[in-house]
């Protein structure tokens, strides 16, 4: 059976936010930003499922562990 992941909106912007230049992202494009969503939780809730026993069946710890990755993996660059 597959586990639902909730990840809420907060958290989504703050993940893609955290890794795009704020002036990318348009909020009237909600259309462009409902089909990136739709992905990302796509993706996400495989890589889950995946990983979640490693990390003793806690879906949260791997969302954790994801940001820490992402933020190594997209570091800010001064302007």
């Known amino acids: 059976m597959a586990t639902k992941i909730i990840i809420t909106e907060k958290q989504l912007k703050r993940i893609v936010n955290n890794h795009l230049q704020e002036d990318s992202w348009q909020p009237d494009d909600d259309r462009k ?20 026993s490693n990390w003793g069946d806690d879906q949260y710890a791997v969302i954790g562990a994801m940001e820490e990755i992402f933020q190594g993996m997209f570091a800010k660059v001064e302007r």
């Not at 969503?37 to 996400?44: A, G, I, N, Q, S």
Request: hydrophobic fraction near 45%.
């Open 33 to 52: 930003w409902n089909l990136l969503e739709k992905d990302l939780r796509f993706v996400v809730e495989k890589i889950i499922d995946k990983h979640k």
